[in-house]
């Protein structure tokens, strides 16, 4: 008896399950089955995501040899000149949702964005290949987490044309929205049509 997998196979280099069971739903759309492979992460100092995405895809790599993807996002202030940015995680794990929001105590102007760069490396290739979402939204004035969903500045944030936060959805109705569903669905097409 002999079997045929339908559809693809990738791997995703994260210790984040938030992310990858975000991700998983979409790839499912695209028949595209995920593994989720834990490695040391490599995160560099740097202004851009896409750089800091490529040296960890590279860095995966080099830990299990298999085709894969990494994910790098962050979250830009508009009233803080795209503070945290790049630097999101560091601040996260520092200040956190509340210091965020001490620090914006004063600010009537709440704009904020998150950004997203799926980066995609295997051998044949000479640089990862990076793929980019965005989603536009505001910072709230207070934590909204409704039994809470999701991770990190989730409950802070609020896409525009919700009148939910992310920490206040399911998966299914954050990635109708999120910069994390947009790169994963333009890496997914493209994954999809690769004659492999
Ligand atoms: P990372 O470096 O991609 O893991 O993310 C940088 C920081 O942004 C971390 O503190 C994450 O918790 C936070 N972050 C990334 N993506 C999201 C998201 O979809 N929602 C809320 N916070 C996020």
């Not at 499912?28 to 100092?45: C, D, H, P």
């Not at 860095?59 to 630097?87: M, N, R, T």
């Not at 601040?91 to 980066?119: C, D, H, P, W």
């Not at 009148?163 to 994390?180: G, L």
Request: with cysteine; aromatic share 12%.
């Amino acid at each position: 008896m002999s079997f045929q997998l339908k559809g693809k196979v990738i791997f995703f280099a994260t210790n984040n399950i938030n992310k990858f069971n975000e991700a998983r739903r979409i790839l499912s759309r695209y028949k595209i089955a995920v593994g989720m492979i834990r490695v040391k992460t490599l995160e560099i100092q740097s202004e851009s995501l896409e750089e800091i995405a490529k040296t960890s895809a590279i860095h995966a790599y080099k830990q299990c040899g298999l085709p894969l993807i990494v994910e790098d996002a962050g979250l830009f202030v508009e009233a803080l000149s795209g503070f945290p940015g790049p630097y999101s995680s560091y601040v996260y794990k520092t200040i956190g949702n509340e210091g965020l929001l001490e620090l914006m105590e004063k600010t009537a102007n709440r704009q904020a964005k998150f950004q997203s760069v799926v980066a995609f490396f295997s051998e044949e290739l000479d640089a990862p290949i990076c793929f980019k979402g965005e989603v536009a939204g505001e910072i709230t004035k207070e934590l909204r987490r409704e039994s809470y969903h999701g991770f990190g500045f989730d409950p802070i944030f609020k896409p525009a044309n919700s009148q939910k936060t992310f920490a206040e959805m399911s998966i299914a109705e954050k990635n109708k929205y999120s910069h994390r569903a947009r790169a994963f669905r333009k890496f997914a097409k493209w994954y999809k049509s690769l004659k492999v």
